[in-house]
C-alpha cells in the first residue's frame, strides 16, 4: 500500500512509497545524471525544488561526504524509481521527505511536455493524498522566492588559500558550488567567498582580480544586490560568472533573461564554441537563460540543441561567463580549462 504520494500540478496525485518521511513542496525538476546524486543533492541550485532523478538507481554506490558541494541537502525533496537504504538514511538525518517506487520516467516526460510544474508530496505513516495537495495549493512559484539568496550563501566573508600565489577572486556567493572554489584554490587562487548582498564598497576594500558571480537558485532578477554590483564594478574588475553568474552579468549589462519551458538537466547538454566549431558535452541544471545578452556581451557559445546562449563575452571589458557548470561534479571535466581562462583575465 502507498504510504506517500507526490501531488502534481493539474492536481494528478501519483502514489508512491516513503523513503524519508515529511512533507515538502517545490518546483518539480529533473536531471538526467546517472551518477552524482551526493553532489547534485548538496547543490545550492535546487533550493525550493524537488529533484526527480530519472536514471532508475539512485545510491548505488553510496553516500560519501567528499562528494559533497555544500554543507547540507537543498531539494526541498528526492523522488527516483528505486533508492538505496544509503540514501534514504542520509536524507532522512537530513529531515528531507524522499519517495521512490513511482514512474519516474511518466513524470519526466510530463515536466518535458507540459513545461515546469509545482508539486506536494507527503511521506511517511501519516501521508495522504489531501496533505500532497495542500502542500501543492501553497507551492510557490520560483521566481516568487525574491529573497533566496540569504538562504543559500555565506553570512560573512570566508577566504581560502589567503597565501595563494595567484590571482584573488571575489566570488559572489549566491549558492556557490564547494567545486568552483576548489577549483579556483587549484590554481592557487585566493578566493573571497562573499555574501549575495555584497556592496561595491567592500568589493573596493578587497581590490580583487576579479569579481565572479557564482551559480545559484531561483531567478536572476531577484539578485538585485549582485546585479547593482556588476553594474558598478564593470570595466574596473574581469568579471566572470557561471548559470545564475551568467545570467546575472547579462541583466546587469542591459540584457535579460526568461524562465525556460522545462531548463537544461542533465550532463551531456552539447555547447558549441562559435569560434572554434568545438562541440563538448557539459553539466547543466538552470530553469531560466539569457533570452538577450544586450549591446556589451558578444554570445561565444551556444547549446547545439536550442540554441540559447552558453557562454558570453566581452574582450574589452574582460568579461567571461558559462551557462553550464565547467566545474562538473557531476559531470563531464571537459571545461575546467574555463577557470584558466578566467585567471588569465586576472594576470593580463
Ligand atoms: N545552476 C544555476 O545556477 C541555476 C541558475 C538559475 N537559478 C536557473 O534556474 O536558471
Known sequence: MADAYVAIEGERVVEARSRAPGTARGELVFTTAYTGYEESLTDPSYEEQVLTFSYPLIGNYGVREERFESDRVHPRAAVAREMTDDVAEWLESEGVPAV???DTRDIVTEI???GAMKCGISAGPDASEEAAL???AQCEHMSDHTDIGAQVSVD????HNEAGDGPTVALVDCGAKGSIVSSLVERDATVH???YDTTPETVDELDPDVLFISNGPGDPVNFEQANELVAEKVGDVPLAGICLGQQVVANALGGDTEKMEFGHRGVNQPVRDLRS???VMTTQNHGYTVADPGEKLDVTQVNVNDDTPEGLENDDLDIITRQYHPEANPGPND???FFDDVLALAEE
Open 134 to 136: 495542500e502542500q501543492l
Open 156 to 159: 560573512e566573508r570566508e577566504t
Open 277 to 279: 566549431g568545438q562541440v
Open 100 to 102: 521512490d517506487h513511482l
Open 335 to 337: 571545461s575546467l580549462d
Open 193 to 195: 567567498v562573499l555574501p
Open 112 to 114: 518535458r511536455d507540459e
